[in-house]
């Protein structure tokens, strides 16, 4: 879809301008101007509805959920997400070690805490 206002991702800090294309899903909140990185972050593409009712760049509308309506299905919302921070956090860990070389073991752990902590504070400001 086309952005009404410039910003940034939360994750790979891909900027846009007003104006530009970006993938955008409205919930669970997703937004990047990089298909790879929204789709990392759980964004989907949008199969139905209308397009003037908001929504993604897929297919142009919103994407909508069923209210969580147990425990069961927090706790399962939760663990996508700890496996969506996991993938991204490991995938920037590689990345890194193609420039700088292999880790050692309480590096790379310290490299993912930190990236976890970084994207669990990004989707808790959405």
Do not use: H
Request: aromatic share 8%.
């Amino acid at each position: 879809m086309e952005s009404k206002y410039e910003g940034k991702c939360n994750v790979c800090q891909n900027a846009w301008k007003a104006g530009d294309n970006i993938f955008y899903q409205k919930d669970p909140k997703v937004i990047c101007a990089n298909k790879e990185c929204y789709e990392d972050q759980g964004g989907k593409e949008y199969t139905g509805g209308s397009s003037s009712s908001g929504g993604n760049s897929f297919g142009g509308s919103k994407s909508t959920y069923a209210p969580i309506r147990s425990l069961e299905q927090k706790i399962s919302d939760m663990i996508i997400l700890d496996e969506q921070i996991s993938k991204v956090a490991t995938e920037r860990l590689s990345k890194v070690e193609e420039i700088t070389g292999e880790l050692k073991p309480e590096q790379r752990l310290v490299f993912i805490e930190s990236w976890a902590r970084t994207l669990t504070m990004s989707f808790n400001q959405r």
